[in-house]
Structures are given as structure tokens and as C-alpha cells.
């Protein structure tokens, strides 16, 4: 009977996992399944066409399609306009990823100590851009650097003739990086401020009581404890700052002169041109360089636990 007593409670146990494991999967199917029509199979198809020489014209004739290996990625490496890309990304991450970390940073701490009856109405203040639409926001923008528009009309009240912030050369990358930085910093904003307030009030008080002045207080106890909140914000910024595309899309084209073509906006440009290998390929190496950056700051973000 115990023998009897214990299989038919083994057996009841089995019988309990596996409708546990179907009732688990059955939560899961739906994600499982948007997951492969909408990211799996995207992501094989864009590998296998990144090693092939599939154009356009060969989507009626799929059989006409010739295997190439990583010639496209040999092609695309001898390319001076991706290679001239991937230096304006790099630029635009290099400046604007700490200009904008930065002033993040200032706002949070001026948040973090200011009247909390008015902090709510600031939070929604700075982070408001981030919520509209990049869209609209870069069409109100393209409207405001316009040779006549809006900046330059103030700028002609104190006496100073401005440029034509969008179709020069020189200004047209700085004037994408200002509306970015002033879109983006309310999300950094609100990670750090959350950090700040998660910095034991303890801290302060004694070093407050052994003497060390606010700065110290702040770069001695604050800045290391909200170390994991910085890399964080730079994790997250960097990712989107590599992919910036909207911007220079809705207000220059890439232009003037390829001054502000981005990776993205490249593989935009020849998936556009019916050049369906290579810009796969440009999308792979947009892809690993996403990766490898985003590995090296989570390595860094763990280097102190």
C-alpha cells in the first residue's frame, strides 16, 4: 500500500508539471509567435540576403540569386560613403552621448535638491520632448534652423546674421546633435534623479558632519554610488544614439553633402535603391557595433559588484 500510495503520488506530481509546463507555454505562444514572423525570420532573412547579391530585381526571379559569402561586406568596408557614415555616428555618439549625460545630470541634481512641491511640474517640463513624437519634433525643429526661421530671427534682434543652420556643411551635424540632446535629456534626467534619491540621506549627514563641503560630498559619496545609474544611462543612450535616424531624415536628408548621413540613414538609403544585399550587410555591421559597445558598458557596469 505505500509502495501504491507513493507512485500514485509521484505519478499525480508528474500529471501537475506537465499541465504547469503546457499552461506556461500556452502563456508564452503569443510572444513566441510575434516574436519569430517579426523578429526571427526578419533577422535570418536580412543574414542570408547580407550573403547574396539579391537586388530588387531578382525578388520576381528569387532563383537568379547568386551566393556571394562576404563579398558585400568586402564591398561595403571599400565604400567611402558607409565608411564616411559610420565616422558621423561616431561622432555623434563621442559628443553628444556625455554633452547630453551631463546636463542630465545638472537638472537631476538641481531637481534632487529643489522645492518638492514644484519638482513634479519639472519632471513633466523636461520630460516632455521625449514623449512627442520624434517626427514632429524634427519638423518643429527644421522650421526653427531654417535661414529665415525662428533662431535666426532672434539672433538678428542682438545684431548677429545667422547661418543657414541646415544646409551648411559645418553646422548641420552640431544643429542635429542640439535638438537631440534637448530631446533625449529628460529620459536620463529621470533615471538619474531616481538614483540621487535612492543615495541613503545618511551619507550626506556625516560627511556633512566631518567637515566635507557640498562638491566633496558630491564627488566623493554621490558620483561613485550613482556609478551603476550613469553607465545605465549611458547604455541606453548610446544604443539610441547609434541608431539616430529620424532626425536626420525628416531635416536634412543626410545632407548637405553627406554631412549628416548616418549608419542608419544608409541602410535606409540602400534598402531604398532596391540594393537589398548590402544594406542587409550595413545593417549587420551597424548590428555587431550596437553589440560589442552595449557588452563593453554592461562589462563596465559590472566590474564593481
Known amino acids: 500500500m505505500t509502495k501504491r500510495t507513493s507512485d500514485t503520488a509521484k505519478g499525480s506530481g508528474n500529471a501537475l508539471r506537465r499541465r504547469r509546463t503546457l499552461l506556461a507555454w500556452g502563456f508564452a505562444l503569443p510572444f513566441a ?4 514572423v517579426f523578429m526571427l525570420i526578419p533577422l535570418v532573412s536580412s543574414m542570408t540576403m547580407s550573403l547574396t547579391d539579391i537586388t530588387s530585381r531578382d525578388l520576381r526571379t528569387p532563383f537568379n540569386v547568386n551566393f556571394v559569402g562576404f563579398k558585400q561586406y568586402l564591398t561595403l568596408f571599400s565604400d567611402a560613403r558607409f565608411l564616411h557614415s559610420l565616422q558621423v555616428t561616431a561622432i555623434f555618439v563621442i559628443v553628444g552621448l556625455p554633452i547630453t549625460m551631463i546636463i542630465a545630470l545638472a ?3 538641481a531637481l534632487d535638491k529643489g522645492l518638492q512641491h514644484v519638482n513634479a511640474f519639472f519632471r513633466a517640463l523636461f520630460y516632455a520632448p521625449v514623449v512627442a513624437s520624434v517626427v514632429a519634433v ?5 522650421y526653427i534652423l531654417q535661414a529665415d526661421g525662428l533662431l535666426n530671427s532672434l539672433l538678428a534682434m542682438i545684431g548677429i546674421e545667422g547661418p543657414d543652420w541646415l544646409h551648411d556643411t559645418h553646422y548641420a551635424l552640431p544643429a542635429l546633435m ?3 540632446i534637448w530631446r533625449n ?3 536620463l534626467m529621470i533615471i538619474f534623479l531616481a538614483g540621487l534619491q535612492a543615495i541613503p540621506e545618511e551619507l550626506k549627514e556625516a560627511a556633512a558632519i566631518d567637515g566635507a563641503s557640498e562638491w566633496r560630498t558630491f564627488w566623493s559619496i554621490t558620483l561613485p554610488l550613482l556609478k551603476p545609474t550613469l553607465l545605465l544611462g549611458a547604455v541606453l543612450l548610446s544604443v539610441a544614439y547609434l541608431q539616430f535616424f529620424e532626425e536626420s531624415f525628416v531635416m536634412t536628408q543626410g545632407g548637405p553633402l553627406d554631412s549628416t548621413l548616418s549608419a542608419a ?8 535603391f532596391g540594393q537589398y544585399g548590402i544594406a542587409s550587410a550595413a545593417s549587420w555591421v551597424l548590428f555587431v557595433i550596437i553589440a560589442l559597445v552595449s557588452a563593453l558598458q554592461f562589462r563596465i557596469l559590472r566590474s564593481d559588484d
Request: glycine share 8%.
Open 33 to 36: 509567435v510575434i516574436f519569430c
Open 107 to 109: 537638472f537631476a541634481v
Open 138 to 142: 524634427s519638423v518643429v525643429w527644421r
Open 178 to 180: 542640439v535638438m537631440t
Open 185 to 187: 535629456m529628460g529620459t
Open 265 to 272: 540613414y544608409y541602410v535606409y538609403q540602400k534598402f531604398g
